[in-house]
């Protein structure tokens, strides 16, 4: 299983990422094609239907050429290729062995395709989806009431019938499964990258904060490292004191300055627990309240 999954989903090294899911939605295509075309040379053979037998050589032929294109990088024209080869092909069975046929059902199926494709090219696809409405109505009108051009086995044109439908289906549930898988993949790319900018700007709100919260605190840093070196100068006066009046206005000086040291820590102390609780909150509000915005204003 992993070698069949690896044949069409490991890529040549030219095919880019952004044409990734194009050249597989192509390789799978080309290969269950040429596949199908070659049962049916086998069977056509089998049952001496000859010009859908000598039709499915070319066709089989045509679905190498598409895979090799494909995996060159000309998915469109490899596409293109392909439903040419489509269109002609289901109007050739359903003339050789009627409507009983079914394959005019893979017309339905070819005409999705081609918007499964790069972008661009808009009118060519357009010009391609009518010619798969075109062949499908040819046959429904003209063609299924005319009668077959060879009568074949009713059972090998039931298993016709079937196998059309069934390959039909098929191609249905490969490109919605497909599509399905690339857009779950986008959307959890886009997840992911949501992630990294919310990441990267919380990482960048907490630096912003971060450099606030530091010009905030240098302040009553200041002040707490001027008033500190004062009072160390205080302390020697003291100690030098010539009278006792003396002392006592430097000891009331001291007292001050240690009063005014212990409100800038308590001002630096409330500015780091408001950016906790800012951090906590994450609101993007700024960590600083009325209270610390009236010590700003004094500092």
Request: neutral net charge; proline residues 2%; aromatic residues 14%.
């Amino acid at each position: 299983m992993s070698a069949i999954r690896n044949y069409f989903t490991v890529a040549p090294p030219d095919i880019g990422v952004k044409n990734y899911r194009f050249y597989v939605v192509n390789h799978i295509a080309g290969t269950v094609g040429g596949l199908t075309h070659f049962s049916w040379l086998v069977l056509f053979g089998i049952t001496h239907t000859y010009p859908l037998f000598y039709f499915n050589f070319f066709s089989v032929a045509l679905f190498v050429f598409f895979i090799w294109l494909n995996k060159r990088g000309h998915h469109l024209t490899a596409l293109l290729m392909g439903i040419s080869e489509v269109i002609a092909h289901q109007v050739l069975g359903v003339y050789v062995l009627g409507w009983d046929a079914g394959f005019q059902y893979i017309l339905i199926i070819a005409s999705m395709l081609l918007f499964l494709m790069p972008k661009g090219n808009t009118l060519v696809k357009y010009i391609f989806a009518l010619l798969c409405v075109a062949g499908f109505l040819f046959i429904e009108l003209v063609l299924r009431k005319s009668a077959p051009l060879y009568t074949i086995d009713k059972t090998v044109l039931l298993v016709l019938d079937i196998s059309n439908i069934t390959l039909s289906f098929f191609f249905l549930f490969i490109w919605a499964g497909f599509y399905n898988y690339a857009i779950f993949e986008t959307e959890k790319a886009l997840e992911e990258r949501t992630e990294e900018v919310a990441r990267a700007e919380k990482k960048a709100a907490v630096g912003t904060l971060t450099a606030k919260i530091a010009h905030e605190i240098q302040n009553p840093l200041n002040f707490v490292n001027n008033f500190s070196e004062i009072s160390a100068e205080l302390v020697n006066e003291i100690v030098h004191a010539g009278s006792e009046e003396e002392r006592a206005r430097l000891l009331a000086q001291l007292k001050d300055n240690l009063e005014k040291i212990g409100a800038h820590g308590k001002r630096a102390d409330q500015i780091v627990k408001s950016m906790f609780l800012h951090l906590r909150e994450r609101k993007g509000e700024s960590p600083f309240g009325e209270k610390d915005a009236d010590l700003k204003e004094e500092a």
